[in-house]
């Protein structure tokens, strides 16, 4: 099940923040579904699940690679080993037919940008060639303590940034004395460069 990445005082620590309830807004309870709306923008952006979860065949791309291993992207960053396995590869269209793939000797390589899941039957015919992939495993973090450090600072500061610019809800560019001072509408670059790490690679 999704759970959020950070907590509401992580939040607002990061922010140097109490978050003490205020009249009429109970400043706790609107932080609290900023950061899931925060969470699961950050699954959008990175395009993989991090909160654990089953998946049952789910359609998956994949690839016959050079020494004619079938190498599947799940679309997350770590995995137990799958429990059913299903592919079909592309020489001239489709195949219709779905063929079970053996799960003995299969290896599974963790990544914060996608996991792979390799199998060791030997497609030499069809090496390079694209497939689909159906697959069913468990996989994402186990807890938000279980989350790579910088996925939760990430969230936290997404999570103030987007409680703040209630009050400045677009691009706001204020004149100072001796500057200029821009408030920016979109995630910044920092914490882009954050989540990029995380961002879900898969072979065209």
């Known amino acids: 099940m999704a759970f959020d990445y950070c907590t509401v005082s992580q939040a607002f620590e990061y922010g140097n923040s109490a978050g003490t309830a205020t009249d009429p807004v109970n400043e706790a309870a609107v932080m609290a579904r900023i950061v899931t709306a925060v969470s699961r923008a950050i699954d959008g952006y990175c395009?993989?699940?991090?909160?654990?979860?089953?998946?049952?065949?789910?359609?998956?791309?994949?690839?016959?690679?050079?020494?004619?291993?079938?190498?599947?992207?799940?679309?997350?960053?770590?995995?137990?080993?799958?429990?059913?396995?299903?592919?079909?590869?592309?020489?001239?269209?489709?195949?219709?037919?779905?063929?079970?793939?053996?799960?003995?000797?299969?290896?599974?390589?963790?990544?914060?940008?996608?996991?792979?899941?390799?199998?060791?039957?030997?497609?030499?015919?069809?090496?390079?060639k694209r497939a689909e992939v159906k697959l069913s495993y468990v996989g994402g973090y186990a807890s938000p303590s279980a989350l790579p450090a910088d996925l939760s600072w990430a969230a936290a500061a997404l999570s103030w940034l987007t409680y703040q610019r209630r009050s400045a809800p677009m691009d706001v560019t204020a004149m100072p004395e001796l500057g200029v001072v821009v408030n920016p509408g979109m995630w910044p670059h920092d914490i882009k460069q954050l989540l990029n790490r995380h961002k879900k690679v898969t072979p065209r």
């Not at 799940?74 to 063929?99: C, D, H, I, K, N």
């Open 47 to 128: 395009e993989q699940a991090f909160s654990l979860e089953t998946y049952d065949l789910q359609h998956l791309r994949g690839v016959i690679d050079v020494d004619g291993a079938l190498v599947a992207y799940p679309p997350v960053p770590t995995l137990q080993p799958p429990t059913a396995a299903l592919m079909r590869f592309r020489v001239e269209g489709w195949s219709s037919e779905w063929v079970p793939l053996s799960l003995a000797g299969i290896e599974v390589f963790p990544s914060p940008a996608g996991a792979q899941v390799r199998f060791y039957e030997r497609f030499i015919g069809v090496r390079h």
